[in-house]
């Protein structure tokens, strides 16, 4: 376990939001915790937030090392039962994103922590060079055989070329990440000028989290950050972007998915819910769920 400081601020200085979870002798969790469609609701380390610019965060925390291994170890069959739910949210991302970046005419978009590239097989369709770079070799393996072009690792190792994508795009990503500035430092290097970074991510100002309180779904062991709107737009702009919008934004997931996330976060009262979906075709169907606690925002690199 380590301690860190404030990844936007550097301060050391913070207060206890949550307090941690986890058994103090416990080792980081086997890969399950790490999946992306993990269920492991309510087990976190202990949540801070910085004392002077508000930035929330957990510490202190498994080591990078750790929690690299995690992720490269990580494979998840279920996210390729929920394939339809992502592919019709990847496609409602990709509008606004258009309306911003304008259309593709071949330009270079590189989606940082892919998965099994299911946003990258939408951004191809509509006519992007589109590249992936992903730590999971499970995952990354799923990407290729669908031929898209996908990097085994992190940017850290990737080494890209300078000023080379048009489109830098980070789905769900960037709250796992041990050191968000630095990654988004090094986006702002791979981007051309004018180039766009679009980010996905939990509002935790959002007024779902505030009513939730420590029992807000996203208070997880693999969420390390927290951003609100506002300290996620301080970090851009400190990165030297500059924010052109941010607002929330919803997904769409099956009903047979949500039902195992009933299960999660009510037990036993939740198992009827999930019974009832798996037993009739309703599983297979997707509802557009939007809370207001997930958020995308769009900055342009200056
Ligand atoms: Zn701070």
């Not at 202990?46 to 090392?65: E, F, H, K, M």
């Not at 922590?113 to 799923?142: R, T």
Request: proline share 5%.
């Amino acid at each position: 376990m380590e301690y860190v400081a404030c990844n936007l601020c550097g301060s050391n200085r913070t207060k206890l939001v949550f307090s941690g979870t986890i058994p103090e002798r416990s080792r980081p969790q086997d890969m399950e915790a790490y999946r992306c469609t993990s269920s492991g609701y309510g087990r976190h380390h202990a949540i801070v937030q910085c004392s002077d610019c508000g930035l929330v965060y957990s510490n202190p925390r498994w080591d990078d090392s750790e929690l690299m291994n995690s992720y490269e170890a990580v494979q998840d069959p279920l996210y390729l039962q929920e394939r339809e739910g992502r592919v019709l949210t990847f496609e409602r991302h990709l509008r606004p994103l258009e309306k911003l970046a304008g259309p593709a005419n071949g330009r270079k978009l590189l989606d940082v922590g892919c998965y099994i590239g299911v946003f990258l097989e939408i951004a191809v369709k509509h006519g992007w060079d589109a590249w992936g770079i992903e730590p999971s070799q499970w995952a990354a393996e799923q990407a290729r055989k669908n031929g898209l072009n996908v990097i085994a690792g992190t940017l850290v190792g990737a080494n890209l070329p300078g000023s080379s994508f048009d489109v830098v795009t980070m789905w769900d990503v960037i709250e796992h990440l041990p050191d968000p500035m630095s990654e988004i430092q090094r986006v702002y290097r791979a981007l051309k000028s004018d180039g766009l970074i679009v980010i996905h991510t939990m509002d935790m100002d959002s007024l779902f989290a505030h009513v939730m309180g420590k029992k807000w779904p996203w208070l997880m062991e693999m969420h390390i950050y927290y951003f609100s709107q506002r300290t996620m737009a301080a970090m851009l702009r400190k990165a030297g972007f500059e924010v052109l919008w941010s607002g929330p934004h919803g997904r769409f997931q099956t009903l047979g998915y949500l039902g195992t996330r009933f299960t999660a976060l009510f037990g036993k009262w939740g198992r009827p819910v999930e019974w009832a979906l798996n037993a009739t075709r309703l599983r297979q169907m997707t509802a557009p769920i939007n809370l207001g606690d997930l958020f995308t925002v769009y900055a342009r690199k200056k």
